[in-house]
């Protein structure tokens, strides 16, 4: 459904004041009705004239006695809360969830009882470091927080992109998040972590490691958030009807798969577009074309849990796919975008305690920390208890209870039981909810599990001391371009170091994860190979995982990916109309481009343009056509944005289809005939996947 389709006439009012004198036109509010036409303040008074505050005399001072105007400006005074102090940078969304398998076998929750089941949800996705005002695509983890509202309340499965995280134990959070923020002496950099205090911390904290791989790797400069992967990192559980416990881990897969984009386009992207990833989701929900995942759970039992070389229970790690393949058991589909940015996305708040019987916890000591952060961090952000009044936090289930009162409340609860046990009931009142032993969440009995419970200890338990496996099961299971990648990120972000021995730290424990990556590293930097740092534990070799490769499992679709075609005058209409159809056809969208927005007089009619080409760079693009005048192509082979255009389209290996006046431009940008560079009717055929064959030509990596 189209929004905005209530469209504002285009009436003009004078304004209030002294009559007869108009000093600007205002255009009238859009006609809802009589009573949607009224201004009022908070209370419900009529406004006469929201223009001009109130004065003593046409050219005296303002009266305090104006109580519009202070109402006005006290509202706009604190209209920012404090934004989150991780994960601040976020874009939500509104959809709906299917059970597409039921599995009662595994767990009691309610939303896996039967297929088609469904119910709605919302969906917030961040990056970590950078503040709410911060770009769209640094070199960052994205936060993927899924809101279900359950028909037995809310399930918040508050997870990332990256199913492994940076530390094992909670008490390590607020370090590792003072350390990759901007250093607190200058206040820079913002949403980077190519900084000497993270990476400090990084090499003194060998457990990161596995999350560094991931970090560094092409995973963390998405294309897009609706091709990104969402995993709740940590073991939960699945409880059963009969109360039997399973280990579970969750993930979720987009259909439209896995696409990243280069350092270098991310780079430009941030400054040609800040809101790149944010504009894309609104725009593709507001197209319909609804991004969709598919919920998929690796379960497992204790027995699994003793044989393997891991612990379960620590969040660097993650268990192959290729040990425990992923059952798929529901579907999300994100289809209405937020009325109002602040009301619901920016008032989200996730609790990882929200679970819902059937799902449980594990002694995970990351997460154990988790279930009391959220809670807390909510009441400083949104100021109040009552924060699950607000709509996009309540349950669309009903709840009842005691709790009463406190800062903003909305519910007017009637009567006198506002405690329990009480007999009201035997006085004809309304004695209140009572807890429910059958159908209440009960906690799942632990016993058999290794938990060592009883004695009081600070410690890590034993498993947890190998850093280093499961880095190098990454690292071994990428591309080469991949690798190349990784090697180059970790290049790129050393090199933005200021300290020798930070740089050695890292490159001393790279060394624990595989030799020819620290090499390569090292070599990139130009600097010596410093001793292996000692590991706790000497890692092992685990197979190659290929789940982990985006190259591997790329899609080559037209579906949720843009097409940028570059006209202009004197182009060949007809011939753009034929290749949009194509593109569209396939599943693509298309952005018209020419130097003016236009309308643009064509070989055979006039067109208008969806972007001005300086203002459109191709990093926008997921592939680049055009369809040009050979006088106009060598015009525009001057044109610097236009020659960059097709420079970047290139060098970050997109798919290039071309017409033969383009000729001109192409070779001034170094563009050669090869692999996905192709006459403009072989576009659809050759598809817009990545043609990483032709990095080698255009970039030194490491
Ligand atoms: Fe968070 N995290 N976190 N985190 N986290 C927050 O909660 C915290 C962790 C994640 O879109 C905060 O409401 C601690 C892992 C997401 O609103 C805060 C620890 C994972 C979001 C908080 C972790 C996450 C947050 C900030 C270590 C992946 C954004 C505002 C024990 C599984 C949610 C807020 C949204 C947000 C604390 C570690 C994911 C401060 C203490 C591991 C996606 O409460």
Redesign the pocket.
């Known amino acids: 459904m189209p929004r905005n389709s209530a469209k504002a006439k285009p009436a003009f009012a004078e304004t209030t004041g002294r009559a007869g004198e108009l000093h600007q036109e205002v255009p009238r509010g859009a006609d809802h009705g009589e009573a949607a036409l009224h201004l009022t303040d908070n209370f419900g008074h009529r406004i006469a004239d929201n223009q001009n505050s109130l004065r003593a005399g046409e050219r005296g001072p303002t009266l305090l006695e104006d109580f519009l105007l202070r109402e006005k400006i006290f509202h706009f005074d604190h209209e920012r809360i404090p934004e989150?102090?991780?994960?601040a940078r976020?874009s939500g969304a509104h959809g709906v969830f299917e059970c597409t398998k039921a599995i009662p076998e595994l767990t009691k929750a309610s939303i896996f009882q039967k297929k088609g089941k469904r119910c709605e949800a919302f969906v917030?996705f961040?990056t970590v470091a950078g503040g709410a005002g911060s770009v769209d695509t640094p070199r960052d983890v994205r936060?993927?927080?899924v809101k279900l509202y359950t028909d037995s309340g809310n399930w918040d499965l508050?997870?990332?992109n990256i199913p492994v995280?940076f530390?094992q134990d909670?008490i390590k959070?607020p370090d590792l998040v003072h350390a990759v923020k901007m250093e607190a002496d200058r206040g820079y950099p913002q949403a980077a972590s190519a900084h000497d205090t993270f990476w400090d911390f990084i090499g003194l904290m060998p457990e990161s490691m596995h999350m560094i791989m991931w970090a560094m790797s092409d995973r963390a400069i998405p294309r897009s958030l609706r091709m990104i992967e969402g995993?709740?990192?940590?073991t939960f559980r699945f409880v059963d009807a009969k109360g039997k416990g399973r280990f579970v881990k969750f993930h979720w897969r987009p259909e439209l798969g896995l696409e990243s984009t280069t350092w270098d386009e991310a780079v430009k992207i941030a400054g040609a577009d800040p809101d790149f990833l944010r504009r894309d989701l609104f725009e593709a929900i507001e197209a319909g074309d609804f991004p969709v995942w598919n919920l998929g759970v690796q379960v497992f039992d204790e027995a699994f849990t003793a044989k393997q070389p891991y612990d379960v229970l620590d969040?660097t790690k993650l268990i192959p796919e290729e040990d425990v393949p992923l059952q798929f058991i529901g579907r999300l589909t994100l289809n209405r975008n937020v009325s109002n940015f602040f009301a619901e996305t920016e008032q989200?708040?996730?609790l990882p305690s929200n679970v819902i019987p059937g799902i449980d916890f594990t002694n995970d000591p990351?997460?154990q920390?988790?279930l009391f952060?959220?809670l807390?961090?909510?009441k400083s952000?949104l100021g109040t208890t009552n924060f699950h009044q607000i709509p996009v936090n309540a349950p669309k289930c009903p709840f009842r209870n005691f709790q009463r009162d406190g800062m903003m409340q909305t519910h007017v609860p009637a009567g006198r039981a506002n405690y329990e046990p009480n007999g009201l009931a035997e006085a004809g009142e309304d004695a209140g909810p009572r807890a429910c032993p059958e159908t209440g969440f009960t906690s799942f009995r632990e016993n058999a599990e290794r938990n060592d419970a009883g004695e009081k200890l600070r410690v890590r338990a034993a498993l947890f001391a190998d850093h280093y496996s499961q880095a190098r099961l990454f690292y071994r299971s990428q591309t080469a371009s991949e690798q190349a990648h990784l090697a180059s990120a970790l290049v790129f972000e050393l090199s933005k170091t200021t300290i020798d021995a930070v740089r050695v730290r890292v490159l001393a424990r790279l060394r624990n994860v595989d030799e020819t990556l620290a090499q390569r590293v090292a070599d990139g930097l130009g600097i010596a190979l410093p001793p292996k740092a000692p590991a706790a534990k000497e890692p092992v070799d685990m197979p190659p995982s290929d789940a982990l490769s985006i190259q591997k499992n790329a899609k080559k679709t037209f579906a949720g990916r843009k097409v940028a075609i570059l006209f202009d005058e004197g182009s060949d209409k007809a011939g753009i109309e034929k290749l949009k159809g194509e593109i569209e056809k396939a599943g693509g969208r298309v952005a018209l481009i020419a130097p003016k927005i236009g309308p643009l007089k064509l070989e055979g009619g006039t067109l208008k343009a969806d972007g001005q080409l300086a203002g459109s760079p191709s990093v926008m693009f997921d592939a680049v056509a055009s369809i040009l005048s050979a006088e106009r192509a060598a015009a525009l082979a001057r044109e610097a944005a236009c020659v960059q255009w097709f420079m970047d389209a290139y060098a970050h290996c997109k798919t290039i289809a071309h017409c033969d006046g383009t000729t001109a431009i192409l070779a001034k940008a170094g563009v050669a005939p090869g692999e996905g560079v192709v006459p403009v009717a072989a576009l659809v055929k050759t598809g817009i996947a990545r043609h990483w064959a032709r990095e080698p030509e255009v970039r030194t990596l490491a």
Do not use: E, P
Request: charged share 15%; hydrophobic share 50%.
């Open positions: 989150r102090i991780v994960h976020g917030r961040s936060g993927f927080a508050v997870g990332n995280f530390i909670a959070f995993f709740g990192v940590h969040a989200a708040a996730f990351l997460l920390g988790r952060s959220y807390d961090t909510q952000r």
